[in-house]
């Protein structure tokens, strides 16, 4: 079957470095994807990765091993805006998303 | 863990006709369904909201008219495109909720729509 695990929940303190991990194991690969999830409101595109290795983007960086199954994204100079969920998200080789059930990180002062 | 479904998963159409896509909640009951449009490596856009038995809330912008929404019982919600265009073509993502953790959301596969 196909399956994504990414941690429940983790906690960080402002201005620190945390990693998100995401293993997966999916029919097919078109790319990993990652986004950021505030309650109440519609997931927002953080990244996609379809090749192997790092992408930095500002504050934040996804990396991808596509032989080991796995990726994970980084958030530098935590602020505490950056609480919230974090959905990795694989597409398999039939263009479908397989969703992991997020990570909801949590900042503390 | 929750599961939810969409059927169909592709759909490739005639301009002018209507598709109906379907979500389903597989082993937990959807108080609130969510349907969202997605183009190519950008963000979800929230289209509307639902509860079971009442009418959809949709956000600005969205034409109620042409993106019909139903959430007939507690496993199923449908989205139909009525007279769709080649610009209608996008990927829709549904998500469900349930009354036991509100907090979470749980994403479909998502149904890719090309409209020629």
């Known amino acids: 079957g196909q399956n994504i695990d990414q941690p429940t929940e983790m906690t960080a303190t402002e201005g620190a470095i945390v990693q998100i991990n995401c293993t997966y194991q999916t029919s097919g690969f078109n790319g990993l994807f990652w986004y950021q999830q505030h309650a109440g409101e519609a997931p927002t595109f953080l990244s996609y990765?379809?090749l192997d290795g790092l992408e930095e983007k500002g504050r934040f960086s996804s990396f991808l091993s596509r032989s080991k199954g796995y990726s994970y994204l980084l958030l530098k100079e935590l602020q505490m805006k950056d609480s919230a969920s974090y959905l990795c998200a694989v597409m398999d080789s039939n263009y479908q998303l397989i969703w992991g059930a997020g990570t909801k990180l949590i900042i503390k002062p | 863990g929750a599961v939810v479904s969409q059927h169909p998963s592709w759909v490739i159409c005639k301009s002018g006709t209507s598709v109906k896509i379907e979500c389903r909640s597989l082993?937990?009951?959807?108080?609130?369904m969510f349907w969202y449009r997605q183009f190519p490596k950008q963000s979800l856009m929230l289209m509307a909201t639902s509860n079971e038995g009442s009418k959809a809330t949709y956000e600005q912008g969205v034409e109620k008219d042409k993106f019909l929404i139903n959430h007939a019982s507690l496993t199923l919600s449908t989205l139909t495109v009525t007279s769709a265009h080649p610009e209608d073509s996008s990927f829709f993502i549904c998500?469900?909720?349930?009354?036991?953790?509100?907090?979470?959301?749980?994403f479909g596969p998502g149904t890719r729509l090309l409209v020629l």
């Open positions: 998500s469900a909720t349930s009354w036991r953790a509100m907090e979470t959301q749980y």
């Open positions: 082993d937990f009951q959807a108080t609130t």
């Open positions: 990765n379809v």
